[in-house]
């Protein structure tokens, strides 16, 4: 159980990853007659350990930013994932998300979507950019708005040309 939470706390691994791994490599060494522990008693602790350790959530969208670059959510597989911030003069806010291997180098934008029902209550639209490569779509860019304005959108394609750019 203990290498279980110890595991938790220092790997990005599933939970039921490092069980099972750890599993194996106990079953090895331990007696038939020894403690067994279910996977349920591991998650329950981890779980309230793991809960205590997450970032408390911002409560203004300003402060997502913020809240965001210093954790560990910013990158995604040891890559940078949170690209920053636009910020229009009335107060509005987005949050751009790309990592590097969705910024394709020759592709020509295809179109935009956007979902609500999924976002936190801070944010009122999920816009995901889709490039099209070699006939078919795929997504290059997330970026969470609080409002639909004009200038929040120049923003994120502005962002987006500089980061392809890069």
């Given at each position: 159980?203990?290498?279980?939470?110890?595991?938790?706390?220092?790997?990005?691994?599933n939970?039921?990853?490092?069980?099972?791994?750890?599993?194996?490599?106990v079953?090895?060494?331990?007696?038939?007659?020894?403690?067994?522990?279910?996977?349920?008693?591991?998650?329950?602790?981890?779980?309230?350990?793991?809960?205590?350790?997450?970032?408390s959530?911002?409560?203004?969208?300003?402060?997502?930013?913020?809240?965001?670059?210093?954790?560990?959510?910013a990158?995604l597989?040891?890559?940078?994932?949170?690209?920053g911030?636009?910020?229009?003069?009335?107060?509005?806010?987005t949050l751009?998300?790309?990592?590097?291997?969705?910024?394709?180098?020759?592709?020509?934008?295809?179109?935009?979507?956007?979902?609500?029902?999924?976002?936190?209550?801070?944010?009122?639209?999920?816009f995901?950019?889709?490039?099209?490569?070699?006939?078919h779509s795929?997504?290059?860019?997330?970026?969470?708005?609080?409002?639909k304005?004009?200038?929040?959108?120049?923003?994120?394609?502005?962002?987006?040309?500089?980061?392809?750019?890069?």
């Open positions: 159980m203990n290498r279980c939470r110890k595991r938790d706390a220092e790997e990005e691994l939970l039921r990853q490092i069980f099972d791994e750890v599993c194996r490599t079953c090895r060494t331990v007696d038939a007659g020894g403690n067994d522990v279910s996977f349920a008693t591991i998650e329950s602790s981890t779980y309230n350990r793991s809960r205590t350790a997450m970032p959530l911002p409560t203004d969208p300003r402060d997502a930013d913020a809240a965001i670059t210093g954790s560990r959510f990158s597989e040891y890559a940078p994932f949170h690209r911030s636009v910020n229009s003069g009335d107060g509005d806010t751009i998300f790309a990592s590097d291997g969705q910024l394709l180098r020759s592709c020509r934008l295809v179109y935009g979507d956007a979902t609500f029902r999924v976002l936190p209550s801070l944010f009122y639209q999920l995901t950019v889709f490039v099209q490569h070699t006939d795929f997504p290059v860019l997330y970026a969470v708005v609080t409002r304005t004009t200038a929040l959108y120049q923003g994120v394609f502005e962002e987006l040309h500089a980061l392809i750019l890069q």
